[in-house]
Protein backbone atom coordinates (compact mmCIF):
# COMPACT_ATOMS: atom_id res chain seq x y z
CA UNK A 1 0.00 0.00 0.00
CA UNK A 2 2.80 2.34 0.86
CA UNK A 3 4.88 1.62 -2.44
CA UNK A 4 1.37 1.89 -4.54
CA UNK A 5 0.81 5.61 -2.57
CA UNK A 6 4.18 6.97 -2.87
CA UNK A 7 5.35 5.48 -6.72
CA UNK A 8 1.83 5.44 -8.33
CA UNK A 9 0.11 8.67 -6.43
CA UNK A 10 -2.69 5.99 -4.60
CA UNK A 11 -4.48 7.74 -1.76
CA UNK A 12 -3.71 3.88 0.46
CA UNK A 13 -5.89 2.72 3.50
CA UNK A 14 -4.06 1.30 5.76
CA UNK A 15 -5.90 -1.91 7.30
CA UNK A 16 -4.29 -1.32 10.74
CA UNK A 17 -5.82 2.36 10.61
CA UNK A 18 -8.18 1.29 13.54
CA UNK A 19 -5.87 -1.01 15.65
CA UNK A 20 -2.78 1.87 15.17
CA UNK A 21 -5.48 4.51 16.66
CA UNK A 22 -7.47 3.20 18.90
CA UNK A 23 -6.27 5.01 22.03
CA UNK A 24 -7.02 8.07 19.79
CA UNK A 25 -10.20 7.48 18.52
CA UNK A 26 -12.88 5.64 20.74
CA UNK A 27 -14.75 4.16 18.19
CA UNK A 28 -11.94 2.40 17.04
CA UNK A 29 -11.17 0.94 20.47
CA UNK A 30 -14.64 -0.28 20.73
CA UNK A 31 -14.43 -2.07 16.77
CA UNK A 32 -10.83 -3.61 17.32
CA UNK A 33 -12.07 -4.62 20.97
CA UNK A 34 -14.84 -6.61 19.83
CA UNK A 35 -13.19 -8.14 16.71
CA UNK A 36 -9.29 -9.46 19.01
CA UNK A 37 -11.78 -9.91 22.69
CA UNK A 38 -15.34 -10.77 21.22
CA UNK A 39 -14.49 -12.35 17.60
CA UNK A 40 -17.04 -10.01 16.04
CA UNK A 41 -14.95 -9.05 13.17
CA UNK A 42 -17.97 -7.13 11.22
CA UNK A 43 -17.27 -3.56 12.48
CA UNK A 44 -13.98 -3.63 12.02
CA UNK A 45 -14.00 -4.53 8.35
CA UNK A 46 -17.02 -2.30 7.93
CA UNK A 47 -14.82 0.59 8.52
CA UNK A 48 -11.87 -0.83 6.43
CA UNK A 49 -13.99 -0.61 3.76
CA UNK A 50 -15.71 2.73 4.79
CA UNK A 51 -12.28 4.46 4.53
CA UNK A 52 -11.76 3.17 0.94
CA UNK A 53 -15.18 4.74 -0.01
CA UNK A 54 -14.38 7.73 1.63
CA UNK A 55 -10.55 7.99 -0.22
CA UNK A 56 -12.24 7.33 -3.20
CA UNK A 57 -14.63 10.63 -3.05
CA UNK A 58 -11.22 12.85 -3.70
CA UNK A 59 -8.98 10.42 -5.07
CA UNK A 60 -9.43 8.33 -8.35
CA UNK A 61 -7.04 5.46 -7.47
CA UNK A 62 -7.06 3.74 -3.97
CA UNK A 63 -5.52 0.79 -2.10
CA UNK A 64 -6.65 -1.01 0.55
CA UNK A 65 -3.75 -2.93 2.30
CA UNK A 66 -4.32 -5.73 4.61
CA UNK A 67 -3.02 -9.22 5.04
CA UNK A 68 -6.49 -10.72 5.44
CA UNK A 69 -6.50 -14.62 6.69
CA UNK A 70 -10.42 -15.39 5.70
CA UNK A 71 -12.30 -15.36 3.22
CA UNK A 72 -15.30 -14.18 4.88
CA UNK A 73 -13.46 -11.41 6.02
CA UNK A 74 -12.51 -10.12 2.23
CA UNK A 75 -15.77 -11.09 1.23
CA UNK A 76 -17.56 -9.00 3.60
CA UNK A 77 -15.18 -6.08 2.56
CA UNK A 78 -15.60 -6.50 -1.11
CA UNK A 79 -19.30 -6.89 -0.53
CA UNK A 80 -19.25 -3.14 1.72
CA UNK A 81 -17.40 -1.72 -0.90
CA UNK A 82 -19.80 -2.78 -3.67
CA UNK A 83 -22.30 -1.26 -1.83
CA UNK A 84 -21.20 1.87 -1.59
Known amino acids: GDYMAVMHDY ?13 LVPEYKEISEKWIIEG ?22 VVLS ?6 DHRDHVIKKLIEG
Open 11 to 23: HHVDGDIPLKHMC
Open 40 to 61: DWDPFYSELARLALEGAKDNDK
Open 66 to 71: HATDKN
